[in-house]
């Protein structure tokens, strides 16, 4: 197949392209404008094999692209990720995240691309009344960036339904984190809020201290649990979602390995990781955050191929700590 990534400079997308490039004779070609992703995982992947790339932008006219190309599939990952901004700038995060995917839905239309692979998050399901959620499970989103999303999703549905040929695969993801495993990407982003990333920052010197937000939540140790799933295998689930749409009908997978570990157990299990004791205050609760969020990833279990093979929440940590030493 001859695949479009956008957005494969980015954490996620970087790795997706680099499972694509060890594991499949795809043809593959890149957009990324670099705001938020960086070259070095570009000039890095292309030591595997060559691929192009070019520095541009979803609001640029990408007519020549798509006509030289003749792409078979877009994996499209270029978005904002942020919560706390997109509550302050929502409509940064409706321009980027919503409305550049109609506009390239409207080269999918022109230029006849007909599978799509669009990343998603569990984010579109809010504050849930049951701690695990499926794909069935109601999204009602709590900030601008799940509304950006599950507004996206509605626009790919849409179109899917006025043009039988098109496909598409949601993906839902959950809490994503860790690193290659072989070390060549990463997670670069300078002001990261994600609990394992600001856990290995804290073990390495970069934070004096972290915090844990709230202790008083209804789990068994009072701090909220996420369901953690290793970059690799989120990678890995993309290509399983391409080749099923490919024979199959389009589809909304949730992508987490379904079980969860609370804040504590991570920062247990990073202090054990590291040998680094680190300092952790407990801080008040943080907007926004449901008190347990766990996949039921049995969907994409049991209608794709996926197999993980990175569920194992030491690993997931020792692979961001490695790839944090490396910055
Ligand atoms: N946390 C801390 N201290 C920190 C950072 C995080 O206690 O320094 C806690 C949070 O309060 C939360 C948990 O760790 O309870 C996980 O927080 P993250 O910021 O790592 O991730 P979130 O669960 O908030 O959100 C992430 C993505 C969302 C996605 C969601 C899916 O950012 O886009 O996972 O579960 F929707």
């Known amino acids: 197949m001859n695949i479009l990534i956008t957005g494969a ?22 957009i990324d404008n670099l705001s938020k992703g960086n070259i070095n995982a570009i000039n890095e992947l292309k030591k595997i094999r060559n691929f192009e790339f070019f520095n541009v932008s979803l609001e640029d006219d990408l007519n ?24 302050q700038d929502p409509l940064k995060y409706y321009l980027n995240n919503t409305a550049n995917v109609a506009k390239i839905l409207t080269y999918c239309k022109i230029y006849g691309v007909n599978r799509f692979i669009f990343s998603s998050t569990a984010a579109v399901y809010g504050e849930p009344d049951t701690p695990e959620v499926s794909e069935e499970s109601q999204t009602i989103p709590i900030n601008p960036y799940g509304y950006s999303k599950l507004m996206s999703e509605q626009v790919i549905k849409d179109y899917a339904t006025s043009n039988k040929e098109f496909r598409y695969a949601i993906l839902r993801y959950f809490n994503v984190a860790g690193a290659d495993p072989d070390g060549l990407i990463g997670q670069n982003y300078p002001n990261a809020t994600h609990l394992i990333k600001v856990a290995v920052q804290t073990i390495l010197g970069k934070r004096e201290k972290m915090a844990i937000y709230g202790d008083d ?53 990073a202090k054990e990781v590291s040998g680094v004791d680190f300092k952790v205050d407990i801080a008040n609760r943080r907007d926004g955050d449901p008190s347990v969020l766990i996949s039921n990833a049995s969907k994409i279990k049991t209608l794709t191929d996926w197999t993980p093979k990175f569920d194992d929440l030491k690993l997931i940590i020792k692979t961001a700590l490695e790839w944090e030493k490396r910055l």
């Open 217 to 269: 939540y209804a789990t068994d140790d009072g701090t909220c649990v996420r369901d953690y799933i290793h970059v690799s295998d989120l990678a890995t689930a993309h290509v399983s979602a391409l080749n099923h749409i490919n024979e199959n009908q389009s589809e909304i997978f949730n992508v987490g390995y379904g079980r969860g570990f609370s804040v504590k157990e991570v920062v247990k299990m």
């Open 9 to 30: 400079a980015g954490y996620i997308g970087s790795h997706v392209l680099k499972v694509l490039l060890e594991q499949s004779s795809h043809e593959i070609c890149v």
């Open 64 to 87: 020549e692209i798509f006509a030289k190309h003749k792409f078979d599939a877009i994996i499209h990952f270029a978005a904002f990720i942020e919560v706390f901004e997109s509550t």
